[in-house]
């Protein structure tokens, strides 16, 4: 395996740093000083790629569902013996704590074993009535491109289902959080996987994408990260008629009607949203709270984010780390001052904290006017607003007036109200009384500028498949 702080890329089944190939550095986001680097694919690399993958996907596809989902269950094992190494890795090159890292690869974890227990139901025929069936396929190649806020899980939900179903696959990982990426290959290399299944490389995304989406290798394209790099991508994809499946950004609502119970609800929104400081897809933007509620839950969730303990993300003590990346600071700083400017009010947080690393605090702004940036661009970090509500059809309203729809969360005990709110929200998903992210069972997918396609359970695998529709004169068999 790649020595941990110099990543390598990894094709046709070996591990190759050196050459020709650039090096990228890695900043730790506590300290912003390089402590390790990156090999940047070279062409050839790519091109080398390509041609392990496509030349490996006939016995891959051919292969019986079972032995690639043992596979895919030998390195789920292997991957689970490695996770408190693995988390220190992340959380040094992504700022998450140590505890956010290692229960992040519990779910990459637990995501490889499902692909694994079911790939074999999954590429089973599908009877319909005597005469005709759905006869399952492997697409082919996928391109897979992923980001740096929660590297493990994201991959593995690209990787297990595309291999479950019999996809060759050639992942790009996060250039500033590439550990995860080779510790998965890494297991899944360990565990059997033949050469040329799984590839894996780095470098200048634009470069790498694309360079691979104009090959008519590629068949699949899956993407987790802004809305327009997936646009970006998908244009390209346009090409050659690539299916795309797109997970992009989020700036989810959350409804707190008046009969909620803030004792529940106060704690499972701090907790959710300053994980990862902020910085996932599916995290809490905008609180729309009951106006007869709104005092006293701005009181407490003010509290409760003022109790955040900020720190080192190696340090256990620590709740939330540093931002990613400068860029976050900087959009946290861009988003803040223009709300700030057009009169929002600032309850608790709301600038960098003075010291070395990209802290930014839990942030909360009340009073901000609906034509604020921070209502309607991702605001990917610990900042949230709250602002109070008359009735459920302003509510619903609000929560839909942005061009996302990723997650939607409420909280209510009145059936009546929880029917409208499921029916009303433009939203891939809807969490009631709780919240809730991804899981490996389930599917998860977006609509408006949230994406398409589905990643998750049955659906995240027959997105990797052609469903042949056969059509028989008498009976099978
Ligand atoms: P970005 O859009 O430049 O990059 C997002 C991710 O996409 C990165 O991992 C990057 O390496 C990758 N990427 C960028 N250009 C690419 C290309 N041409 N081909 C392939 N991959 C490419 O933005 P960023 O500054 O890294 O992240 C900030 C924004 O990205 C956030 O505001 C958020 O909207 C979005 N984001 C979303 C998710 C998510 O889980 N949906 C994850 C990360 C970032």
Request: proline share 6%; with cysteine.
């Amino acid at each position: 395996m790649s020595d941990a702080m110099s990543h390598e890329v990894f094709i046709n089944g070996k591990w190759r740093v050196g050459g020709s190939r650039a090096t990228l550095p890695v900043i730790n986001p506590a300290t912003e000083k390089v402590f390790a680097s990156v090999a940047s694919a070279t062409v050839s690399d790519l091109d080398e790629a390509l041609a392990s993958a496509e030349l490996s996907r006939k016995g891959w596809s051919s292969r019986p569902a079972k032995e690639r989902g043992e596979i895919l269950a030998a390195a789920a094992r292997i991957l689970a013996t490695k996770i408190e190494a693995a988390a220190r890795d992340l959380s040094a090159e992504q700022g998450k704590t140590i505890a956010e890292a290692a229960g992040e690869y519990a779910r990459a974890v637990e995501t490889l074993e499902w692909n694994g227990t079911h790939a074999e139901e999954l590429s089973a025929p599908i009877p319909m009535g005597p005469n005709r069936m759905i006869v399952p396929e492997p697409l082919g190649v996928v391109a897979a491109f992923t980001p740096w806020n929660y590297p493990a899980v994201l991959i593995a939900r690209k990787l297990a289902p595309a291999l479950a179903a019999g996809c060759p696959v050639i992942l790009k990982g996060a250039e500033e959080a590439p550990s995860a990426a080779v510790h998965i290959v890494e297991s899944l290399h360990q565990s059997g996987i033949p050469d040329g299944v799984v590839n894996l490389v780095f470098g200048v995304p634009v470069h790498i994408s694309r360079h691979l989406l104009s090959s008519p290798i590629v068949k699949v394209l899956t993407f987790t990260g802004s809305t327009a790099v997936g646009k970006q991508l998908a244009t390209l994809a346009a090409n050659n008629l690539q299916r795309c499946i797109l997970e992009l950004g989020g700036h989810s609502p959350v409804i707190v009607c008046e009969d909620a119970d803030l004792g529940k609800a106060v704690p499972a929104i701090s907790e959710y949203k300053f994980e990862c400081a902020g910085q996932s897809c599916n995290a809490p933007s905008r609180i729309l709270v009951a106006r007869t509620l709104y005092d006293e839950f701005l009181s407490r969730m003010t509290e409760a984010a003022r109790k955040i303990r900020i720190g080192l993300p190696d340090d256990a003590a620590t709740d939330m780390g540093p931002m990613a990346n400068a860029r976050r600071i900087e959009a946290m700083q861009r988003l803040t001052k223009d709300a700030v400017e057009r009169g929002a009010r600032i309850e608790t947080g709301g600038a960098r904290l003075d010291r070395p690393g990209f802290y930014w605090p839990p942030t909360i702004l009340t009073g901000v006017p609906k034509d604020a940036r921070v209502l309607h661009e991702e605001p990917f970090g610990p900042i949230l607003t709250v602002a109070p509500f008359e009735d459920i059809e302003e509510a619903i309203e609000e929560a839909n007036a942005t061009d996302y729809g990723l997650a939607a969360y409420l909280f209510t005990g009145a059936a009546d109200a929880q029917k409208m709110m499921i029916n009303g929200l433009s939203a891939g998903a809807v969490s009631v009384n709780y919240l809730k992210g991804v899981s490996a069972d389930a599917p998860y997918g977006g609509v408006k500028q949230s994406g398409y396609g589905y990643e998750g359970g049955e659906l995240g695998v027959r997105s990797f498949q052609i469903l042949k529709m056969v059509n028989g004169l008498g009976s099978f068999g």
